[in-house]
């Protein structure tokens, strides 16, 4: 961001206040472009940089009575992270062994995890919620109690359809992590272990939905995908 900021060619103090022109415009492509061609570079480099592709779950892949909730499937995962996570398959047995679980995010947090998978960030100035169980990637049995840590954010571009909203990721876990009984909550050293498959944003007031309904639908969804890819092989 401060290479970017260093080439902008505008009157401002700082980064933030581009920011806060950004949120209150009603004319988004308009109000990048005057901030120079280099906003426009690295707007198209995000854009365009990402190997993965991301759907709205539709037909058969959307799961019943989620009102409030919009449902994304990422159909595929950028290569490396795909070929990591199989390799962890099938060293815990195959994909009959793995299970669905739920980390709860912010919306500003989403896009560096779709490039690059979760992440451990307990230790480093990315961490939010500490650590108390030990350092690695932490996620729930059940939506609720992941939905507690997924915080809204305060400030969107003001014709945005997401606003004050919460992101839960559905995600196939491989293997084995370190679970907490007493809360149904693994701690996940190995990002490898962990693929991210479907993405739902809540709405404001939306309610988090119960895993009995919605684990075995996103395991469903997965197969569903799994076996589009090998008729086309």
């Known amino acids: 961001m401060q290479l970017v900021w260093e080439h902008v060619d505008r009157d401002a103090d700082s980064p933030n206040d581009l920011f806060a022109e950004v949120f209150s415009t009603n004319d988004l492509a308009r109000t990048v472009q005057s901030f ?3 906003c426009e570079d690295i707007l198209s480099w995000a854009c365009f940089t990402y190997r993965g592709y991301l759907m709205p779950a539709t037909g058969q892949l959307r799961i019943l009575n ?19 996570f199989e390799a962890e398959v099938q060293a815990s047995g ?57 915080h809204q954010l305060d400030h969107a571009w003001r014709n945005s359809k997401f ?8 995600v196939e876990l491989a293997g084995t992590g370190n679970l907490l009984t007493n809360r149904g909550v693994w701690v996940v050293s190995n990002p490898d272990r962990l693929m991210v ?37």
């Open 36 to 38: 120079g061609k280099h």
């Open 66 to 84: 989620m009102p409030k909730i919009h449902q994304f499937v990422l159909a595929n995962a950028s290569p490396d992270l795909e070929s990591r």
């Open 94 to 150: 195959g994909h009959d062994t793995t299970r669905i679980v739920f980390h709860g995010t912010r919306f500003d947090r989403l896009y560096p995890i779709l490039q690059q998978g979760l992440q451990v960030c307990s230790g480093t100035n990315l961490e939010i919620h500490g650590a108390i169980s030990g350092n690695g990637i932490y996620a729930a049995n059940e939506p609720s109690y992941a939905l507690q840590y997924a």
């Open 163 to 170: 606003k004050k909203v919460r992101v839960l990721l559905g």
């Open 197 to 233: 498959r479907y993405i739902f944003v809540l709405e404001e007031g939306a309610n988090a939905p119960l895993a009995m309904h919605i684990a075995q639908p996103i395991m469903s969804g997965i197969s569903m995908l799994k076996a589009a890819k090998n008729a086309k092989k």
